[in-house]
């Protein structure tokens, strides 16, 4: 049986405050699973937090509280702290929680005080703010093309900047100058934290390069379209880079009232940033593993040992890092078969079932020590170390569930699969061979239907064609989740986001929004002293995107018409919140990706560079969107004034679309056989062929042949009816039998996991379970304040070690001409039938399976 809290709301002298908070006020309510408060009274929408910073000691018990972590008031024993003056609630056993609390795992890296006077907009963070995003853009541009390729992570910039902004306060002048009446210093003082952030908003938001660049690509290059005229021309590559970045932009400030303010978005890839970004700046952990801030007057000391421990974070963060740096060598360029580490094929290379089921590289997967490689755990998106453990097992559920319905469609040869490779996402023909596309392909880019019919139908394996079903089903099942789980807190962020329109020229709207969501936490409260970004100024720049796109159709020839620009923003503003809320509390992206092929597919059949360029405002945008939503919630963590942190993604986004654009062009001059199979450079462009490629399959040929009444995978559509059940059917489990393991069901992110196929496998998932379980299960409950020190830095040090290994590697060895020579340690893991994709059924006698010339659609 739950307990029952008393909640009191605390007067404060404020004169903005309502009169009717001025006696304080009880309210009985329960704590939900999270932690959270459960408000029974009429009058929760009464609760103003007000935000006056007062200096207050905090009692601990520490023999009550040793997992104190778990507590919202562990900052740490003795430790007189600033607070920010928020309701709270007194438990049965006289502590105090706090309504609208953090959780735990944000307590333990982020704080709960902040400093206002604290330099952030500095010349020195644009400066080394500009270089980095420049740096990292032009080579993910240049190496993107690369196979395989090179990518600059945003890790790898916040640790890089770090000694940068270090070295540029020790060697810039303290000296005031004044320019037009205005003083500033080239060098405030220390380099703070605050200004380490706008250099990796910067960053994030810049290294993963504009994906409008594919199309570019795809367009122009002779082993693909081969269409420069539209392409080379400057106006359309600006308008299509910067339309599609800003779309991304606007929409993410609209959406922050519901995935940046509450406090259950938690965002857990940003609790990795900010564990770093406590190593780095050195920040105090108490003996619970929390960060604090001494007293001015407090000494230097050494952190004290939590659970034995006496490392720093940094230290800590260090080895790991060192570690992990050496080890790449061994399973990246000595040893890689330690990656693929696909053993049980070994024992029978040439045993076809045994390389379906066990193997790991055109195989299921079913192997359980898959791997000995950091990148190959946590390479394919699910990070064992920041994933939260429910998501991590829902993953996993997920993935067992794919694999037994993978297994099943290609032992009995549905749809064909078992003439294929089991495990691809590659097209195949009615030979067996992959699709050659141009083949189909008439004068005037658009289907040639003879040529169609007497070539081959489209055909793909068991594990795409599970995926293609899943990915159906996730869409209808993110809307469900979202309407059914969070239709209050969805309408709570839209009258708030309305409020802040029509309100904006109040001066203290960011309190009016408060009050109407009591959900927001210590966090938005501290946040409060700044000025807000107002609404209006993310419509003007989603408005200003869409006037890009819609003169980008009109001007040129790329058969795009205009209403698909609106109908990419209807999709994106409907999927946004739903998939954010997924990303926010799990670290699971769902993708638009199918959704957005298909719809052209139908809508605009036969024109393959109107489905490259749908695809590309439809899904990579919302993609930007989540981005700049995750670098939004980093800010509020840090407490980084809205207006900075908007001036900084906006510079960022800027810079890194005219960059991209101008790397791109020196490519296209450098190398005139760009992307031309067997390119000396390896520059054989392995992700822009993939963009082609879906252009051709879905663009050419198009969906309504493969998914029709009369499609041989016309079944898989089934996905989007399964989505919509399974969510209500768990909904209504959840309310009907409230318990741990119903209220942690989350079908979304099952389904999700049924994803990993095809190119990934159920190896790529089960090989992070075990260490998910020991440091996110294990370790969170028995060592607690352990866990609040190293794991994240943990998970950040084996990353970024293994990129900077990886980058230099490439320059050191793989450029210059360097190969290890071959050996049993290099070859094996791709010889035998998991190496090569051996089919289970023989090619029949004809020479090509299912229907001959003409018999098909």
């Excluded at 979304?748 to 089960?766: D, E, K």
Aim: charge should be neutral.
């Amino acid at each position: 049986m739950s307990s029952i809290y008393k909640y009191h709301s605390i007067p404060s002298d404020d004169d903005h405050l309502n009169d009717e908070n001025e006696d304080e006020d009880a309210y009985e309510y329960e704590l939900d699973e999270l932690g959270h408060p459960i408000m029974s009274s009429t009058k929760k929408d009464d609760v103003v937090l007000p935000h006056k910073i007062y200096d207050e000691e905090v009692p601990l018990d520490h023999d009550k509280d040793k997992n104190l972590h778990q507590g919202p008031d562990s900052l740490g024993s003795g430790h007189h702290i600033n607070l920010v003056e928020v309701p709270f609630a007194t438990a049965p056993d006289g502590q105090r929680i706090t309504v609208g609390d953090t959780l735990p795992e944000v307590k333990a890296v982020a704080l709960e005080t902040d400093d206002p006077d604290e330099p952030c907009e500095t010349i020195r963070s644009y400066v080394l703010g500009t270089i980095v995003a420049s740096v990292g853009t032009a080579l993910n541009v240049w190496f993107g093309a690369r196979q395989p390729g090179i990518f600059i992570s945003p890790f790898l910039a916040q640790l890089l900047s770090y000694p940068l902004g270090v070295a540029l306060a020790k060697l810039l002048p303290k000296k005031n100058f004044t320019i037009l009446g205005k003083s500033f210093t080239l060098n405030p003082g220390r380099f703070s934290i605050k200004e380490h952030a706008i250099i990796v908003l910067m960053a994030t938001v810049s290294f993963p390069t504009a994906t409008a660049l594919d199309v570019i690509v795809a367009i122009r290059q002779p082993a693909f379209f081969n269409d420069p005229e539209i392409a080379d021309q400057k106006g359309f590559q600006f308008l299509v880079v910067l339309s599609t970045q800003f779309l991304g932009f606007g929409v993410a400030g609209l959406a922050r009232d519901y995935l940046v303010y509450p406090s259950a978005m938690t965002w857990p890839l940003n609790l990795a940033k900010l564990s770093l970004f406590n190593a780095l700046h050195r920040r105090k952990v108490n003996e619970y593993g929390l960060v604090t801030l001494p007293k001015e007057d407090e000494p230097e000391q050494q952190d004290p040992p939590v659970h034995g421990w006496k490392i720093s974070m940094f230290r800590f963060c260090l080895y790991a890092t060192t570690a992990s740096f050496i080890w790449f060598f061994f399973t990246a360029f000595i040893f890689p078969a330690l990656t693929y580490f696909n053993w049980p094929t070994w024992i029978n290379p040439t045993n076809k079932k045994l390389a379906i089921i066990m193997g790991s590289v055109t195989g299921l997967g079913l192997n359980p020590i898959p791997t000995l490689d950091w990148t190959y755990i946590s390479g394919a998106g699910l990070t064992p170390l920041i994933t939260p453990w429910w998501a991590t097992v829902s993953t996993f559920i997920g993935a067992s569930i794919g694999y037994v319905i993978i297994a099943a469609i290609y032992f009995t040869n549905t749809w064909y699969s078992a003439y294929l490779v089991p495990n691809s996402n590659q097209a195949f023909d009615r030979f067996g061979a992959y699709y050659n596309a141009t083949a189909v392909l008439g004068a005037d880019r658009s289907l040639d239907v003879e040529a169609y019919r007497a070539y081959s139908p489209l055909y793909f394996g068991a594990g795409y064609n599970v995926i293609i079903s899943a990915y159906f089903a996730s869409y209808s099942a993110i809307l469900t989740y979202a309407l059914l789980n969070h239709w209050t807190d969805i309408k709570k962020g839209f009258n708030t986001g309305m409020r802040r329109i029509r309100f904006f020229r109040h001066k203290d709207k960011h309190q009016d929004a408060i009050h109407h969501f009591p959900d927001y936490d210590i966090h938005y409260s501290l946040m409060t002293r700044y000025k807000e970004v107002p609404q209006w100024w993310f419509l003007v720049i989603m408005i200003f995107a869409l006037v890009l796109g819609i003169i980008m159709c009109e001007v040129y020839d790329t058969t795009m018409p205009v209403w698909g620009i609106f109908c990419c923003l209807a999709m994106v503003l409907v999927f946004a919140i739903p998939t954010g809320i997924i990303q926010a509390i799990s670290n699971m992206q769902m993708s638009l990706v199918i959704l957005a092929e298909i719809i052209p597919g139908i809508a605009i059949p036969g024109r393959p560079y109107a489905n490259m360029i749908f695809k590309l405002y439809g899904w990579v945008s919302l993609g930007m969107a989540l981005l700049y939503v995750l670098d939004q919630k980093l800010a509020h963590y840090l407490h980084l004034p809205p207006r900075a942190t908007f001036r900084a993604q906006m510079w960022g986004c800027t810079i890194s679309s005219f960059i991209s654009i101008a790397i791109l062009n020196w490519q296209f001059k450098a190398i005139p056989d760009l992307c031309q199979p067997g390119q000396k450079d390896l520059m054989t462009c392995p992700y822009y062929t993939t963009f082609y490629s879906s252009a051709l399959l879905f663009g050419v040929v198009g969906p309504q042949r493969m998914y029709g009444s009369l499609g041989l995978y016309k079944h898989t559509l089934w996905g989007f009816l399964a989505g919509a059940v399974l969510v209500a059917m768990a909904w209504a489990a959840k309310k009907r039998w409230p318990n741990k393991v119903t209220n942690n069901l989350n079908v979304p992110v099952i389904i999700f996991g049924v994803m990993y196929f095809a190119p990934y496998n159920w190896s790529f998932v089960w090989s992070g379970v075990p260490l998910a379980w020991f440091f996110m299960s294990y370790v969170y409950k028995r060592f607690p304040a352990w866990w609040n020190k190293y794991c994240y830095v943990l998970s950040i040090g084996l990353t970024v070690g293994a990129a900077i290994s990886g980058v230099v590697q490439f320059f050191c060895i793989t450029y210059p001409g360097g190969v290890m020579p071959a050996w049993w340690g290099n070859t094996v893991q791709f010889s035998g039938c998991d190496g090569i994709g051996c089919p289970l059924k023989e090619m029949p006698e004809i020479g090509y399976f299912g229907p001959g010339p003409g018999e098909y659609l």
